[in-house]
């Protein structure tokens, strides 16, 4: 599985941007894809997280109400869209992805990088004040 995340850039607070990750390879909708990101010096942070068929979305308290995860599995991608952008969402975000079976036998094991096989190489999103 080989996943591809785009969209990054530079934005003001308030703004907004959609986040893409393209998947690649044995992906199916038994797949769950995450987004995590790494602000600098702070540890990768889970951020969303859909499930095969796109009906079931996992978001963190911090992103609730402003990102929405979104899935199109004819293009076999997953979007972020980020609104009301702050300057603490400035980080480097990668999506991620794991059969869903990994992840769920533990409680919100959707949260955990390291139910994660697969990680796409990351992009930057930059919210200036």
């Known amino acids: 599985v080989q996943l591809q995340a785009s969209g990054g850039g530079l934005v003001r607070a308030g703004g907004s941007l959609r986040l893409s990750c393209a998947a690649s390879?044995?992906?199916?909708?038994?797949?769950?894809i995450g987004w995590f990101r790494q602000a600098p010096g702070k540890e990768r942070e889970f951020v969303s997280a859909?499930?095969?068929?796109?009906?079931?979305?996992y978001s963190s308290d911090s992103v609730k109400g402003r990102f929405t995860i979104s899935r199109d599995n004819a293009k076999n991608t997953v979007y972020l869209q980020m609104n009301s952008l702050k300057p603490e969402d400035t980080a480097v975000y990668y999506c991620?992805?794991?059969?869903?079976?990994?992840?769920?036998?533990?409680?919100?094991?959707?949260?955990?990088?390291?139910?994660?096989?697969?990680w796409g190489q990351g992009t930057l999103v930059t919210v200036s004040s």
């Open positions: 859909i499930r095969g068929n796109g009906a079931i979305t």
């Open positions: 390879g044995r992906t199916s909708s038994t797949y769950v």
């Open positions: 991620a992805a794991t059969p869903w079976v990994l992840v769920s036998a533990q409680a919100m094991g959707v949260m955990n990088m390291n139910k994660y096989n697969y």
